[in-house]
């Protein structure tokens, strides 16, 4: 029998876990042939782990959550499960930028609801108004909202203004490079939607959740590759045939073709090269998606050309040993909108990763970007250095010179699930069901964290699969007859 061609546009970590979850259904017998298709130079899309004067630097994403388990467990699968190593959680601990002070967030935050709101009496980072909110939450029953509603809405109903702006903003700029008057409750809290609607209150719903879960044991918040997520993309690709896995081959569009078992698709190329399959699994932006989608069906290009993305920028800035000592003991800072400073949050490497940075050495990773801040990225490397070193200087009282830096761009890649984004996913998946062949996957559209995006991929190989092999037992039905 014909294998089945397979062709999954886009080699970041959704596209690669697609592609090696083909590759494992063709070596337990599925008669398949998954293809790869990278528009850059690079596999791993925000996944790429560089060495710099001795420090390993993350370009992108630097660890998973822990508790979400798909990442740690592929790692396994590969072979990994020794290299995987948590964050140092002695140094667990954030902080935030009040009237250009540090101050610490307070301990105990789940998912933003306090477990033990009493003990946010000792924060100056709300007032006394923000903590007797906090602090009566507990008593109310909040009535859920009738549609989606944004983040920002949600949480102050909740907890107030202060703990949006000083707590619960400057935590999501740091995840979505989002704002949370933009960002939907639904889509990034869906938890916690969840326990208001049985519990009202969501302190009450948090400590009656506790009361029914097994006590985990004590878990790293973070966990990585000792040798950088590089490592991970360099185990899945090592997973796919050679000469089935492209790079530098930008896909422009996807058309419909008749072929020998009915109906395929045809992707075109930037480079004038097309290439004909029985199914296209899309592992790109949605806005890239929408694209590509543009003349194969409009509507499905206009819903996901609506799921907007943030971009972001980190810069990476590596000092002598004599500096890390000046560090408070804390994973890093995170930046409230209405402070004067472009950097969204700063990470202290060589607290939240020890084994990264030789003794010699240490390490700063600094985000700017986000919804609020677009322009940044048209700096130029030296621009965006003495930026850094300038706000450094104002928060950490930095003056030191850093010994080397890298600059690294991500344009539109953090996709903003804002208010309605569940309605968007409905609208986007209605038009599938339509389409024989084509599936989507990526961050766009059910998490967009790194176990997020595998989970996303699998599915969709999942989901290729099952249709493949529907689609050969119907055309073994036809030449019956
Ligand atoms: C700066 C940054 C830091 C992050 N930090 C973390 C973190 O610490 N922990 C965490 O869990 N998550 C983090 N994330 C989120 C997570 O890393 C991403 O959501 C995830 O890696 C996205 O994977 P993806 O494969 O869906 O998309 P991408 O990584 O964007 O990959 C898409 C790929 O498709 C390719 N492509 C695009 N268009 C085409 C085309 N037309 N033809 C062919 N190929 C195409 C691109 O070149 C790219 O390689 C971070 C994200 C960013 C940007």
């Not at 979400?68 to 002695?90: F, H, M, Q, V, Y």
Request: hydrophobic share 40%; glycine share 10%.
């Amino acid at each position: 029998m014909t294998p089945k061609r397979i062709a999954v546009i886009g080699g970041g970590i959704s596209g690669l876990a697609a592609a090696y979850s083909l590759a494992e259904a063709r070596r337990g017998g599925a008669p398949v042939e998954e293809y790869l298709f990278e528009a850059s130079e690079h596999l791993g899309g925000a996944l790429r782990t560089e060495e710099l004067g001795g420090c390993l630097v993350e370009a992108g994403a630097d660890s998973f959550l822990t508790e979400k388990p798909e990442a740690s467990e592929l790692c396994r699968e590969l072979g990994l499960g020794d290299e995987l190593i948590g964050s140092n959680d002695e140094q667990r601990r954030t902080l935030i930028v009040r009237y250009g002070k540090l101050l610490p967030l307070p301990a105990g935050l789940e998912f933003f609801v306090p477990r033990r709101p009493w003990s946010l009496f000792s924060t100056a980072l709300l007032s006394p108004g923000d903590k007797l909110a906090v602090v009566t939450e507990v008593f109310q029953r909040r009535r859920a909202a009738r549609g989606d509603e944004s983040v920002a809405g949600f949480v102050e109903r909740h907890f107030g203004r202060g703990f949006v702006e000083n707590i619960v903003d400057p935590l999501l700029a740091g995840i979505y490079g989002g704002a949370s008057e933009q960002l939907s409750a639904g889509a990034v809290l869906p938890r916690l939607v969840e326990l208001e609607r049985t519990h009202g209150s969501l302190v009450r719903g948090l400590w009656r959740a506790r009361a029914k879960q097994e006590k985990a044991p004590g878990q790293p918040l973070f966990t990585t590759l000792g040798s950088g997520l590089g490592t991970l993309v360099a185990a899945l690709r090592a997973r796919l045939e050679d000469t089935r896995t492209m790079r530098q081959r930008h896909a422009a569009g996807v058309t419909r073709i008749a072929s020998a078992g009915g109906q395929g698709l045809r992707v075109l190329f930037h480079i004038g090269e097309s290439f004909d399959a029985d199914a296209v699994i899309l592992a790109v932006p949605a806005h890239e998606a929408a694209r590509l989608l543009e003349t194969y069906d409009p509507q499905l290009a206009d819903h996901l050309v609506e799921i907007p993305y943030s971009s972001s920028l980190i810069v990476a800035l590596g000092y002598d040993a004599a500096v890390q000592e000046r560090l408070p003991a804390a994973f890093g800072f995170l930046v409230p909108r209405r402070e004067p400073l472009r950097m969204v949050a700063c990470t202290f490497v060589a607290n939240k990763f020890p084994h990264r940075v030789p003794p010699d050495r240490t390490l700063l990773r600094c985000f700017y970007g986000g919804v609020r801040d677009e322009a940044v990225l048209e700096l130029n490397d030296q621009q965006v250095v003495e930026l850094a070193r300038r706000e450094l200087e104002e928060v950490l009282g930095l003056a030191a010179r850093p010994r080397f830096f890298a600059v690294y761009r991500w344009r539109k890649a953090l996709p903003q699930y804002t208010v309605g984004h569940r309605e968007r996913l409905e609208a986007v998946h209605h038009r599938l069901t339509g389409h024989r062949g084509l599936f989507l996957c990526g961050n766009a559209y059910d998490g967009i964290g790194v176990s997020d995006c595998i989970r996303s991929g699998k599915t969709a190989a999942e989901a290729c699969l099952h249709e493949v092999a529907a689609q050969d037992r119907e055309s073994k039905v036809e030449t019956a007859f």
